[in-house]
């Protein structure tokens, strides 16, 4: 398996990293893919996939944070993103819930985001959440279905129609913990629907846990219990989800295999 999203620099995995990394190599989880969504972060996710073979970085400045941004941030970001361990920029885009910062200024960080990848040219994690039209009209105009390196729109929370845009704009679907939550029948209808080549399993750790462990700290060793979920939505055996997903999340990626022979 592959976790294409996690958060391992995040401060609530400081007690104990290593065993988090351990366990979650026990476990079947053969690579990690650390998201480090704010500027301050970045070279600690560095230093933690250079440190450790079975982890890889993306970086970028998460829509929360666009009022912390300038020329040099974005100087500095395409600098850092050009190491090989970085394999993708975000999470960027835009949300539009409960969020202290203006629409304004998360477009232009998102702008910005999306010119760094482009001229890299490497894939972009995408968060949205109840912003998607404004998102999708800026993909549509900045993000070409050909000629782009892709990207995955992370813990999907969208429509159907959401889901066929995202799709047509070559873009793969991330699966996290609430699709094992008991009143997510519509993200499971949609997720039933896309194609298997279109998914990748991620648990957003230490954030959103599945069902089985609501209210504490979520783990990428629990990254099997989604890929129990979404065989169950499929009605095919969970080792085939394991061998698609991990195949999609090598090309979303662009990862060799070499970079998580790591048993």
């Known amino acids: 398996m592959i976790d294409t999203h996690l958060h391992l620099t995040d401060p609530k995995f400081d007690p104990d990293r290593e065993a988090v990394i351990a366990r979650a190599h026990a476990a079947g989880v053969r690579l990690l893919v650390d998201i480090s969504d704010e500027s301050p972060q970045w070279e600690a996710s560095i230093a933690l996939a250079e440190r450790y073979p079975q982890i890889v970085c993306s970086l970028g400045q998460h829509p929360h944070f666009a009022n912390h941004v300038n020329p040099a941030l974005w100087d500095r970001l395409r600098a850092l993103a050009r190491r090989p361990r970085v394999v993708a ?14 629409k304004e200024a998360q477009i232009a960080c998102f702008r910005q985001g999306l010119a760094v990848a482009r001229d890299l040219q490497k894939p972009v994690v995408l968060h949205c959440r109840e912003a998607f039209p404004d998102l999708l009209e800026i993909l549509h105009a900045e993000w070409p279905k050909t000629g782009s390196p892709g990207g995955v729109v992370h813990c999907f929370s969208g429509d159907a129609s959401v889901a066929e845009q995202c799709l047509a704009l070559g873009f793969f679907l991330g699966v996290d913990g609430p699709i094992t939550y008991p009143n ?15 998914l990748v399993l991620e648990t957003d750790a230490p954030y959103l846990p599945p069902q089985r462990y609501r209210g504490q700290r979520n783990e990428p060793a629990y990254l099997s219990l989604i890929a129990e979920a979404v065989a169950t939505l499929k009605g095919v055996p969970v080792e085939k989800i394991l061998s698609v997903t991990t195949e999609n999340a090598r090309g979303l990626y662009q990862l060799s295999r070499e970079m998580h022979r790591t048993e």
Not at 93 to 101: A, F, P
Not at 184 to 198: D, F, G, S, T, Y
């Open 184 to 198: 997510a029948h519509r993200l499971r209808e949609i997720i039933k629907q896309v194609p298997l080549e279109r």
């Open 89 to 102: 920029i975000g999470e960027i885009g835009l949300d539009y819930y409960r969020s202290t910062t203006t």
